[in-house]
Nanobody
Framework: HVQLVESGGGSVQAGGSLTLSCVVS????????VGWFRQAPGEEREAVAS???????YYADSVEGRTTISQDGTKTTVYLQMHSLSPDDTAMYYC????????????????????WGQGTQVTVS
């Protein structure tokens, strides 16, 4: 049973930075993607970034250049570092994982991911 637990959210001033963490437990799949999504009130859930088990990464246009997704050596923790935050980044951030490698075609689709965390709130003011 795969579990994902996010942490690191909070309140930050515009222009600041934040690092979110996602601990992926009991993950036996050697090929997988772990992605970060966000959802603001009244909005659809949107992809932020994703990382493949082989290290490949994808980013949404809205965050590219100021965001880095990474994983630790054991691939059990995935990080999302965000800089130059603005109020537009305010949302609940979710970590998600799937059972296969994602590609540039499907990495940003909610349907690609089989497992989801509970989310961590990020508020930028």
């Amino acid at each position: 049973h795969v579990q994902l637990v996010e942490s690191g959210g909070g309140s930050v001033q515009a222009g600041g930075s934040l690092t979110l963490s996602c601990v992926v437990s009991v993950y036996t799949y050697s090929k997988r993607c772990v992605g970060w999504f966000r959802q603001a009130p009244g909005e659809e859930r949107e992809a932020v970034a994703s990382i493949r088990s082989n290290g490949g990464t994808y980013y949404a246009d809205s965050v590219e250049g100021r965001t880095t997704i990474s994983q630790d050596g054991t691939k059990t923790t995935v990080y999302l570092q965000m800089h130059s935050l603005s109020p537009d980044d305010t949302a609940m951030y979710y970590c998600a994982a799937n059972r296969a490698l994602c590609s540039w075609i499907d990495w940003s689709s909610v349907a690609t991911y089989n497992y989801w965390g509970q989310g961590t709130q990020v508020t930028v003011s």
